[in-house]
């Protein structure tokens, strides 16, 4: 079962960096869709970034555009989101999704797989 696992979530200041990882096993980690979002309290789930493992191709949120970049590091079946500039806006849950095949549809691909989680929290 293909499963995603993120970690490296947690609450930092106003210009300070984060960087998360996600880790998907289940599958054959190169040559599919992973990507990363986000939902804050009464808001909607937004997408950020996503990258197709399988020629490190990348898309990137409007607002998080210059500030995140999404990597790969496929001997660990690991997708990274390193997050500079973090700003108070960027406090939400993130979530990592994986899919099996390409990011169609950039960040409007549809993924079948979802991790639990993990809390970022950005202090004035």
């Known amino acids: 079962q293909v499963q995603p696992v993120e970690s490296g979530g947690g609450s930092v200041q106003a210009g300070g960096s984060l960087r998360l990882s996600c880790t998907v096993s289940?599958?054959?980690?190169?040559?599919?869709?992973v990507g990363w979002f986000r939902q804050a309290p009464g808001k909607e789930r937004e997408g950020i970034s996503v990258i197709y493992t399988g020629a490190s191709s990348t898309y990137y949120a409007d607002s998080v555009q210059g500030r995140w970049t999404i990597s790969q590091d496929n001997a660990k079946n690991t997708v990274y989101l390193q997050m500079n500039n973090l700003k108070p806006e960027d406090t939400a849950m993130y979530y990592c999704a994986a899919n099996e095949g390409g990011c169609w549809y950039g960040l409007k691909t549809t993924f079948h797989y979802w991790g639990q989680g993990t809390q970022v929290t950005v202090s004035s």
């Open positions: 289940g599958y054959t980690f190169r040559s599919n869709c």
